[in-house]
């Protein structure tokens, strides 16, 4: 897998290198304004080459990797989540903060206790009350406000 | 001495306002608070409060944002002691002996000399600091650009060395923060970098979407593969008072562990961790009983303890006297002051003698009420510990939306931590080293500014960073850790050595 993270470095550093011409590097008299992001090219395509070549080296003596988590992991939730909270980007200027806010919350406490909908509905409602009054009319923070203005 | 006395006592009427003490005391409460929470750290929260700290004195916010770092070292022992999870990344070490005192019924005193030897060492560490910062600062008046550039190339290599995993990672993570720092508007040439035609990109990706993004969200992603049931102790803590032997066992440990810890936390790069194991380490190679390490030694608590306090003490020297963070904390610190508008540098004490003066009464202040909070309070942080992480995280998921989201009122700033908080996520499970990063994006803009002023000094002749003395020590300095480090092998040992003896 690091030699995969080495090849997207490297290719990375590529980009950044080929962008950075187009701004003008320089010189060491005169640096332009790709001078240093070139440098840090270079130096991506470096190590990107050395994860590569010391992991293909060392094949069947994985390095730096943890031993072997016998626990099982749920990459569910996480995957669900992150859908989750691009919904809640996309949908709070529309639906507005309190209602996009009440069905985030919802949906998030679903994922992990589905079983305790009402609970889920309850805190949700709550929280969703709470933080409206204490971030927008106590610490007058800015929300984002959907169709209907709230 | 006179002008000194007068400092701790404008110090003094700084730190002692109805409004700073009320800061001093939201930041304590807080770091204990995130200490104590497996799953938020100081990183996230600092990023998640900058935007509140808008609005108030930089004294102020600085006053609030310190709380929080060193609270949370205080708060990080908790849940070591307790269920054997480090609430702080600083707090590993004290798993190992802290949770075998609890299993043993002696919790009480575990969580009693963690606090105290904290306590001692916050103090120590801030009358360290107190003397040590004006003569360095007049030091730091020697710095020419050629010397913050190599300092902060040293800076970034020591952060590298001591990431945990491959060095070779820590460094791509270095080059990726500086890579990342170079969006937006160059403000030499004025020509836009990396910004893709995205007008909110012209001022660069912000500091707080990307720690919270990085830290905050990624934390979390990573937490909620393994929800599970936390066993703590039912009853309640009682004892928190050690007993004489106690106090004898770990006082030498306190006091050898406040010091380290202080000295190694002014390294650039930053040793709170890495004075834990050493504490640990010298405390049980000097211990007449080294057996009893890792069943539930005493002084095993406190010396690591004791040292995390002290570095984060320590930490606060490069930043006030050079303007230089030695780690991702005081990097996001320093990005507090600049907010402010204030130029952090060796001037920083002499022109703004309130703020300095003022944090380091207020750390005296904060290291009292830490211990009122930690010891009394510690059964209402124990409740706290069983509230699950499945009712937890959407909350800290709706923090992170609204601190990102009030920067400029814009979603995309929200869609920014979103998109970071997945590159974090993605880059911890592939054992990157991720504070190496923020260290690198804090210090990106400075240290190009210091490259292009030193070329422009020298007419582009490289060896203006080997001339002069300092600046050619911390480069040599810088290149014999690289040499010694990518003998992969000699740099693991010393690692693993230190992490077998721990």
């Known amino acids: 897998m690091d030699q995969l993270g080495g090849a997207v470095w490297t290719l990375l550093g590529i980009g950044l290198c080929l962008g950075s011409l187009k701004l003008k590097i320089g010189g060491f008299h005169d640096p332009g304004a790709g001078f240093i992001p070139f440098l840090v090219g270079l130096i991506l395509i470096s190590l990107g080459v050395v994860l590569v070549i010391s992991n293909s080296t060392m094949r069947g003596e994985p390095q730096d990797q943890k031993a072997p988590n016998i626990r099982k992991r749920n990459y569910f939730r996480p995957f669900m989540t992150v859908i989750l909270f691009m919904i809640y980007i996309l949908t709070s200027e529309v639906l507005g903060f309190l209602l996009a806010t009440f069905f985030f919350l919802f949906s998030l406490f679903e994922i992990t206790a589905p079983r305790k909908w009402l609970m889920s509905l309850l805190i949700s409602f709550v929280a969703t009350i709470s933080g409206y009054l204490i971030f927008s009319f106590w610490l007058g923070c800015p929300l984002p406000k959907g169709l209907w203005g709230f | 001495m006179t002008g000194f006395l007068e400092n701790i006592s404008l110090g003094y009427q700084v730190a002692f306002t109805i409004q700073n003490l009320f800061y001093c005391f939201i930041g304590v409460l807080v770091g204990t608070l995130i200490g104590v929470l497996p799953g938020i750290g100081p990183g996230g929260t600092i990023s998640l409060l900058l935007p509140i700290t808008y609005g108030i004195s930089p004294t102020s916010a600085i006053i609030m944002l310190a709380g929080i770092y060193y609270g949370a070292q205080y708060g990080g022992s908790t849940t070591s002691i307790l269920v054997n999870i480090p609430g702080e990344s600083t707090s590993v070490v004290t798993c190992i002996d802290g949770y075998q005192m609890a299993r043993q019924g002696r919790a009480g005193p575990a969580l009693g000399i963690a606090a105290f030897g904290s306590f001692i060492a916050g103090t120590i560490g801030t009358i360290l600091l107190m003397f040590i910062a004006q003569p360095m600062s007049s030091f730091g008046l020697k710095f020419g650009p050629p010397e913050y550039f190599s300092l902060m190339i040293l800076a970034i290599t020591f952060l590298a060395y001591f990431a945990s995993g491959s060095m070779v990672k820590a460094l791509i993570m270095a080059a990726m923060g500086i890579g990342l720092s170079q969006i937006g508007i160059d403000m030499v040439s004025g020509k836009s970098r990396f910004t893709f035609g995205i007008t909110s990109l012209e001022d660069g990706v912000g500091l707080v979407p990307l720690v919270m993004g990085l830290f905050g969200i990624g934390e979390i992603l990573t937490n909620l593969e393994e929800i599970g049931n936390i066993n703590i102790f039912k009853s309640k803590i009682k004892g928190l008072l050690p007993t004489l032997k106690d106090w004898k066992d770990s006082i030498g440990s306190i006091i050898r562990g406040s010091f380290l810890g202080f000295f190694l936390g002014t390294l650039p790069g930053g ?203 911390c480069l040599t300095i810088a290149l014999f850790i690289l040499c010694f480090s990518f003998l992969t092998k000699k740099r693991k040992s010393i690692l693993t050595k230190i992490g077998q003896d721990s």
């Open chain 2, 271 to 473: 040793g709170a961790i890495i004075s834990t194991f050493i504490s640990y380490t010298l405390e049980k190679k000097i211990s007449r009983h080294p057996e009893k390490f890792g069943t539930g030694a005493i002084e095993g608590v406190a010396g690591p303890e004791s040292a995390n306090n002290a570095a984060s003490t320590g930490a606060f020297i490069p930043l006030f006297t050079l303007g230089l963070p030695s780690n991702a904390i005081t990097a996001l610190l320093l990005g507090a002051l600049m907010i402010h508008g204030m130029q952090p540098g060796p001037f920083l004490i002499k022109k703004h003698p309130d703020l300095f003066w003022g944090t380091i009464i207020s750390m005296y202040i904060g290291n009292v009420l830490l211990l009122i909070l930690n010891l009394p309070l510690i059964n209402i942080w124990i409740k706290l510990l069983r509230v699950p992480y499945r009712i937890l995280f959407p909350f800290l998921l709706f923090f992170c939306f609204i601190g990102s989201y009030s920067i400029n009122n814009s979603l995309f700033d929200v869609l920014v931590m979103l998109l970071f908080g997945i590159t974090g996520y993605t880059l911890r499970k592939f054992g990157y080293d991720l504070p190496t990063l923020i260290l690198a994006f804090v210090l990106g803009p400075l240290l190009e500014n210091s490259l292009r002023q030193s070329l422009l000094i020298s007419a582009g002749a490289l060896d203006i960073f080997f001339k002069r003395s300092i600046s050619a020590t």
